[in-house]
């Protein structure tokens, strides 16, 4: 159960670690089960696209610099369903949401050694639009976080800015969202540094980012996403399927019909 201070914290600046979610045996296990994702499902890609990679890196490290994702883990493994569902942890997000709460999705972000992709600032409502900030998302650590392999930062309090407009097209085409990289610094963010087994959690307008992996160890995360489930989606990933409610009940509003079986 968080204190009433961690409940202030996250409503004042947008985010908020909770140490020692789960356990070493549980981190152990998702650590395994990771592994095994990664070696039968996962892709590695270049990654997010557009001008930001340059002004993130030089062209050397551009070109090697790459992301390992996959969505959805909670559907191939039930280690990650349990991490997903964790009591402890609904309960935290019932604290920050209101009692009624829904998994939206999991997606996998492994920065490969040396050249683990970085991750220019921005906001995650671009990716999955909602109507509005009732909306969290948790990040997984399976491993410790520092400014070496690529902690995750945020703009203190920048959730209290709504939805922010994106770059998300230039003069070659489509790019992935982010911020302009002349308005938004990742040198004007706070470090959130944590440990396996914790979590870091932010409102989906809170602005972040990331530095590049510079270890010879891969930094292993996964985000899972999670909403009143009263907070319409508008566009984005997983937009339109229902997902599992982690916390409380799905009421019914006028208007509202069965959730779709196919």
Same mark, same amino acid.
């Given at each position: 159960?968080?204190?009433?201070?961690?409940?202030?914290?996250?409503?004042?600046?947008?985010?908020?670690?909770?140490?020692?979610?789960?356990?070493?045996?549980?981190?152990?296990?998702?650590?395994?089960?990771?592994?095994?994702?990664?070696?039968?499902?996962?892709?590695?890609?270049?990654?997010?696209?557009?001008?930001?990679?340059?002004?993130?890196?030089?062209?050397?490290?551009?070109?090697?610099?790459?992301?390992?994702?996959?969505?959805?883990?909670?559907?191939?493994?039930?280690?990650?369903?349990?991490?997903?569902?964790?009591?402890?942890?609904?309960?935290?997000?019932?604290?920050?949401?209101?009692?009624?709460?829904?998994?939206?999705?999991?997606?996998?972000?492994?920065?490969?050694?040396?050249?683990?992709?970085?991750?220019?600032?921005?906001?995650?409502?671009?990716?999955?639009?909602?109507?509005?900030? *009732?909306?969290? &998302? #948790?990040?997984?650590?399976?491993? $410790? @976080?520092? +400014?070496?392999?690529?902690?995750?930062?945020?703009?203190?309090?920048?959730?209290?800015?709504?939805?922010?407009?994106?770059?998300?097209?230039?003069?070659?085409?489509?790019?992935?969202?982010?911020?302009?990289?002349?308005?938004?610094?990742?040198?004007?963010?706070?470090?959130?540094?944590? *440990?396996?087994? &914790? #979590?870091?959690?932010?409102?989906? $307008? @809170?602005? +972040?980012?990331?530095?590049?992996?510079?270890?010879?160890?891969?930094?292993?995360?996964?985000?899972?996403?999670?909403?009143?489930?009263?907070?319409?989606?508008?566009?984005?990933?997983?937009?339109?399927?229902?997902?599992?409610?982690?916390?409380?009940?799905?009421?019914?509003?006028?208007?509202?019909?069965?959730?779709?079986?196919?």
């Amino acid at each position: 159960m968080l204190t009433q201070q961690q409940v202030d914290f996250y409503h004042e600046h947008g985010y908020l670690r909770i140490p020692e979610v789960f356990t070493p045996e549980e981190t152990e296990e998702l650590s395994q089960e990771m592994d095994r994702l990664v070696e039968d499902w996962a892709f590695t890609s270049p990654g997010w696209n557009g001008p930001w990679r340059l002004a993130y890196m030089d062209p050397e490290t551009e070109k090697k610099s790459q992301l390992t994702a996959m969505h959805d883990l909670h559907f191939y493994s039930v280690a990650w369903m349990r991490a997903a569902t964790n009591r402890k942890l609904a309960k935290a997000l019932s604290q920050l949401l209101g009692r009624n709460v829904e998994l939206h999705h999991t997606t996998m972000h492994i920065k490969p050694p040396q050249t683990g992709h970085p991750f220019p600032m921005h906001q995650d409502n671009p990716f999955y639009g909602h109507q509005d900030g *009732r909306f969290i &998302d #948790v990040l997984v650590h399976l491993d $410790d @976080t520092s +400014h070496e392999n690529g902690e995750i930062r945020f703009l203190d309090g920048s959730h209290k800015m709504g939805h922010l407009d994106h770059v998300t097209e230039t003069e070659e085409g489509p790019c992935s969202p982010h911020l302009p990289t002349d308005q938004y610094h990742l040198e004007d963010t706070v470090a959130v540094p944590a *440990r396996a087994g &914790d #979590v870091v959690l932010f409102c989906i $307008d @809170t602005v +972040h980012g990331s530095y590049i992996n510079q270890t010879k160890k891969p930094r292993r995360l996964v985000r899972m996403g999670y909403r009143d489930p009263q907070n319409r989606q508008e566009y984005g990933q997983s937009m339109g399927r229902p997902g599992v409610m982690v916390s409380g009940y799905r009421e019914r509003k006028a208007g509202d019909e069965l959730l779709p079986i196919a």
